[in-house]
């Protein structure tokens, strides 16, 4: 029998598709077992001869010499056989751990991409009224701001820069930019008065 797949992946039908062949050739070496056995028990190695040397006569010995080569015959096959299911299932193994390896390989590299291509920070947030305009919008302690409306990391000097942006922008939507977790978040947010301080809160 050719390797299994011939040059092509090997599949999980292909190793169930050999395992049936070993079974198959089990059973037929057990039917030649049982046909021994229904010749006055003759085996593999008892004498097809009596003690004067004739051919034994209580036995078919044609049929037993058949029996006894194909036991032979496919006992070779099977050899070959478990050979090849070992092999399959090495290859079918080896393809498991290293697409799980790929996969991981792809996962780690995503991450690092993503933390790459995050933009630095130039504030943290690191508190939220309840209620307030920066509450409602989303914004979370801890979110940490690379683009506040026109300010970015570039032209942030110090958190004037944010109270001059919020008061310009009293009643209109503001894009912010965060990073929450190791990846960028964007929170529409409207600067208005409220019932606590400022325009954010």
């Not at 190793?15 to 229904?38: H, S, T």
């Not at 050899?79 to 991981?104: C, P």
């Not at 009293?170 to 301080?197: D, F, M, Q």
Request: glycine share 8%; proline share 4%; aromatic share 4%.
């Amino acid at each position: 029998m050719a390797e299994p797949g011939g040059g092509r992946l090997v599949t999980v039908s292909d190793v169930q598709q050999l395992v049936r062949r070993k079974d198959e050739i089990e059973a037929q070496i057990k039917a030649c077992y049982e046909l021994l056995e229904g010749q006055k028990g003759v085996g593999m190695h008892e004498p097809l001869v009596d003690a004067e040397g004739f051919p034994r006569a209580d036995i078919d010995l044609y049929q037993v010499r058949t029996a006894r080569h194909n036991i032979i015959c496919l006992q070779n096959d099977h050899k070959a056989l478990m050979k090849q299911v070992e092999e399959a299932l090495h290859k079918l193994h080896a393809r498991e751990k290293e697409k799980q390896a790929k996969d991981e390989a792809e996962a780690l590299a995503e991450a690092l991409s993503q933390s790459q291509s995050l933009p630095p920070a130039f504030a943290r947030v690191n508190a939220v009224s309840p209620g307030s305009p920066a509450a409602v919008s989303g914004l979370q302690v801890d979110d940490e701001i690379v683009e506040f409306g026109s300010v970015n990391v570039n032209n942030f000097q110090n958190l004037q820069n944010i109270a001059t942006v919020v008061q310009h922008s009293e009643g209109r939507p503001l894009s912010v930019t965060v990073i929450r977790g190791g990846r960028r978040v964007h929170v529409g947010l409207t600067p208005k008065r409220w019932a606590g301080k400022g325009l954010l809160g």
